[in-house]
């Protein structure tokens, strides 16, 4: 009755047509931003389907008008979320035997700021994420140093969350997002977020130094890493109020789905009857 397309780069306007003939409802939800920055190939199919759909999910209030704009008929923001089956705190006390890491790629100035870390204050990240691209981002030097390693999902995913001190989390400009998903991953993992707020972002999901601590430059962020590396009391601190604000704001993968179908479940019937 339903399929739901989890970014559908690969999928043909044949296809399309083959379902939407045998009355089957299509949801398009794209987590990343067809009409951001980024210089992608990867959007050249997806773009030829984009209003073939009954409805578009997107994860940023931009995307509304943009998707609109190509003639998408429903389009609704449908915000980034955690999934409680793998975004949870540990049961016990981890031992946390890393200062500071991040998980991902080096997007915007992340490979510049971890560069810096390094080169002047000789402040080492604990990198998780593509080599490859890694190694195009920064110095072979501060590369070699760093010993970056491949990504990581899932339980090493969560693992690694609760083996940091502080996690670093940054919004992707380029891909015009509000906030990044990591930072909900992070704190819902039970981890301390430590989060780039440039004076450009419209950051204003959680409350800064409260619900989470921020920085803007790495100066900044040296200062919050003295202050809250050894200093596990305020982390917690921090860590319970955004868990607190996260769950109050609903922002879970299933009850978002669930509320969605609840919401356009006459109007799928409709489609599909």
């Known amino acids: 009755d339903i399929v739901w397309f989890d970014k559908p780069i690969f999928i043909k306007e044949e296809t399309i047509e083959i379902l939407k003939n045998n009355k089957v409802f299509l949801i398009d939800y794209t987590v990343d931003n067809?009409?951001?920055?980024?210089?992608?190939?990867?959007?050249?199919?997806?773009?030829?389907?984009?209003?073939?759909?009954?409805?578009?999910?997107?994860?940023?209030?931009?995307?509304v008008v943009d998707y609109r704009k190509k003639k998408c008929k429903h389009v609704f923001y449908y915000p980034?979320?955690?999934?409680?089956?793998?975004?949870?705190?540990?049961?016990?006390?981890i031992?946390?035997?890393?200062?500071?890491?991040?998980?991902?790629?080096?997007?915007?100035?992340?490979?510049?700021?971890?560069?810096?870390?390094?080169?002047?204050?000789?402040?080492k990240v604990n990198i998780n994420g593509n080599i490859k691209f890694w190694k195009k981002k920064i110095s072979s030097q501060v590369f070699k140093k760093l010993k970056i390693k491949n990504?990581?999902?899932?339980?090493?995913?969560?693992?690694?969350?609760?083996?940091?001190?502080?996690?670093?989390?940054?919004?992707s400009v380029d891909n015009r997002d509000e906030y990044p998903e990591r930072i909900l991953q992070i704190i819902m993992s039970g981890g301390f977020c430590l989060h780039q707020v440039l004076p450009i972002d419209?950051?204003?999901?959680?409350?800064?130094?409260?619900?989470v601590e921020t920085f803007q430059n790495v100066d900044e962020l040296v200062n919050k890493i003295n202050l809250y590396a050894n200093n596990e009391k305020k982390r917690l601190v921090i860590i319970k109020n955004g868990q607190k604000k996260i769950r109050k704001m609903n922002m879970e993968s299933d009850f978002l789905l669930l509320t969605f179908f609840e919401k356009k479940l006459k109007y799928i019937k409709k489609i599909i009857s």
């Open 202 to 211: 419209k950051f204003d999901l959680l409350k800064k130094g409260y619900e």
């Open 95 to 123: 031992k946390q035997n890393i200062d500071i890491s991040f998980i991902g790629s080096p997007y915007t100035n992340r490979a510049l700021v971890i560069e810096e870390l390094f080169s002047k204050y000789n402040i």
């Open 151 to 171: 990504e990581l999902y899932d339980r090493n995913y969560r693992e690694k969350i609760w083996k940091s001190k502080i996690n670093l989390s940054f919004t």
């Open 34 to 63: 067809p009409f951001g920055d980024r210089s992608h190939p990867v959007w050249h199919l997806y773009k030829k389907i984009i209003n073939k759909f009954h409805i578009n999910l997107v994860p940023r209030k931009s995307s």
């Open 80 to 93: 980034l979320a955690y999934s409680k089956l793998i975004h949870f705190s540990p049961k016990k006390k």
